[in-house]
């Protein structure tokens, strides 16, 4: 963090409009203003309480005074908070909503485009399979980001569910990779994995840990530009497995790498070339490998190439 | 010739739905509110049920129970299609007897054909 970056965080009014709320709402401005009046109460009741200190009812009616004025302050806060806690479950709860009313009519439209591709009604022309295809395609788009959209909503809810068994991490990643098979040589990628173990047994939820290493896998073939080699190890460190993608794309330029993570960040040459995505992706499995007690990471160069790790506890 | 019935609120996807079984053979019946569904179950007893969770007049948790709780019906499985897919939901409609649970866009209709086949044991 620089300087620069230090200061603003001390900028009150810049960080309360982020909030959307009025200063008097807002939390930082409120704590600033009751830090203020501690502190000038404080001098205040030294300098009354030693000119009336043979007098107690005096001293107790102004302890008594900044009691209630500091009470009154600290409810003020309570409730500051409790807007915004209501407001981000708002839009937690409007994102759930719409992606729901989203889903029946983009599975209309699915379903449809798939039975005319499929001859059923009379057979597709050439000319028009091209559009079919279009179709599909930005249906497949709209349903990964309604999905991405609804897993970002259940893991700020809690309501992500989490099974953990004993499963095998090198069969899953091999069953992982497979069902990239066609996107890998589509984009003429070489792609090799490693354990350095089989079975490498860990205890975990493998529902939650598809979605990670799905989006390690697809981030690493879409930022490929060039001759693309991707490489996938898998290895024990003490007591957690230790799992990485290692691919030779676009990287991440250092400006950017800061705010990888966060929702809905995308890095302006990743913009460049790949237009699609939400920019929750690296947010979801951030999320999903902290709830499963892990750690995740990443190193990267522009132009160079990027590894994606995540280390689990393997018991 | 099996018997399905599609318990579903929105038209074009049940026309899809009969579209899809119809070309595979199968003999298929469309309900749009849960009442009806209902009706046209314990009327025909067909082999297989494809139930929507959110229907008007009976919710779909409303008819899979009443499906359950009567003798004629008890044994016809029954596949929740829907687009809900919280565990409180999926819970509560495998405790009350549906023999799957399938989240409809994260299924194509080549898949969900293939589930069908499945729980009808072809």
């Known amino acids: 963090m620089n300087i620069k970056e230090i200061l603003a965080e001390f900028n009150i009014v810049a960080q309360c409009k982020k909030y959307g709320v009025s200063l008097w709402q807002c939390p930082q401005f409120l704590f600033l203003i009751m830090g203020a009046i501690i502190i000038v109460s404080a001098i205040s009741a030294y300098a009354i309480g030693t000119r009336y200190i043979e007098n107690p009812i005096m001293v107790s009616l102004l302890v008594l005074l900044l009691t209630a004025i500091l009470f009154i302050l600290s409810f003020i806060i309570t409730q500051s908070f409790e807007k915004l806690a209501e407001a981000s479950r708002m839009k937690t709860e409007f994102i759930n909503i719409v992606s729901h009313q989203l ?48 897993t970002v909503s ?44 089989k079975p490498f047994l860990i205890y975990t939820d493998p529902h939650q840990l598809k979605i990670v290493i799905e989006n390690f896998l697809d981030n690493a073939i879409r930022y490929i530009h060039k001759k693309g080699e991707i490489n996938v190890y898998l290895s024990a460190r003490g007591k957690d497995a230790y799992f990485e993608v290692k691919d030779n794309g676009v990287g991440i330029p250092k400006k950017d790498q800061r705010y990888i993570f966060q929702k809905f960040f995308r890095s302006k040459n990743a913009l460049r070339h790949q237009t699609h995505g939400s920019g929750l992706g690296l947010f979801i499995t951030k999320s999903i490998i902290k709830r499963l007690g892990g750690k995740i990471g990443f190193n990267s160069e522009e132009n160079q190439g990027t590894t994606f790790w995540f280390t689990l506890p393997i018991a | 010739m099996k018997k399905i019935l599609f318990i579903e609120d929105e038209p074009v996807l049940q026309k899809n739905l009969e579209n899809i079984f119809q070309a595979e053979g199968y003999k298929t019946m469309g309900a749009l509110d849960g009442e009806i569904g209902l009706k046209l179950a314990q009327a025909e007893k067909p082999d297989l049920i494809l139930l929507d969770l959110v229907l008007p007049k009976l919710s779909g948790f409303d008819v899979l129970k009443k499906l359950k709780d009567n003798e004629t019906t008890k044994d016809i499985p029954v596949i929740i299609l829907t687009n809900l897919e919280t565990m409180e939901d999926i819970n509560k409609a495998i405790e009350l007897g549906a023999t799957t649970y399938l989240v409809k866009l994260n299924y194509n209709l080549k898949e969900l054909l293939e589930k069908v086949k499945q729980t009808l044991k072809e």
Request: aromatic residues 8%.
């Open chain 1, 103 to 150: 889903r029946a009519p983009l599975t209309n439209l699915k379903w449809s485009a798939e039975i005319l591709t499929s001859g059923k009604l009379g057979n597709v022309q050439e000319k028009h399979e091209e559009y079919f295809g279009i179709l599909k395609e930005n249906s497949k788009r709209m349903e990964d980001l309604i999905n991405d959209l609804l």
């Open chain 1, 154 to 197: 259940r893991l700020e809810q809690g309501q992500l569910p989490f099974k953990k068994k004993e499963i095998s991490l090198d069969s899953l990643t091999e069953e992982m990779i497979s069902g990239f098979d066609s996107f890998v040589k589509a984009s003429n990628i070489k792609l090799t994995f490693k354990s350095e173990k």
